[in-house]
């Protein structure tokens, strides 16, 4: 799923913010759990649905938005659905 995600991003036309690099410096858990909220989907349902306790989503959610230089979890939800969008174009 990541590679899937990657590929497509780089054939997409991209935002400067949304490129390979910044994408590819997320763990495996981290894709996981960034492209969650793209999906409609509230911290909590996210922890539920990966089996992850509130505290460990927490972790991983402020290791998103650090990696990505996004300041607030309206940025992570938009920079999602902003990819998501883009993927699904492509």
Not at 42 to 63: C, D, V, Y
Not at 64 to 76: G, K, N, Q, V, W
Request: overall charge negative.
């Amino acid at each position: 799923m990541v590679a899937h995600l990657l590929h497509a991003l780089e054939h997409a036309e991209c935002h400067a913010a949304f490129d390979r690099e910044h994408l590819s410096g997320l763990t495996h858990r981290e894709m996981e759990v960034f492209q969650w909220p793209s999906r409609g989907y509230a911290t909590k349902q996210i922890a539920e649905r990966l089996g992850l306790g509130s505290k460990t989503m927490e972790t991983h959610r402020a290791n998103i938005m650090t990696r990505l230089d996004l300041r607030s979890a309206e940025e992570l939800v938009n920079f999602a659905v902003e990819g998501r969008e883009r993927v699904l174009a492509s």
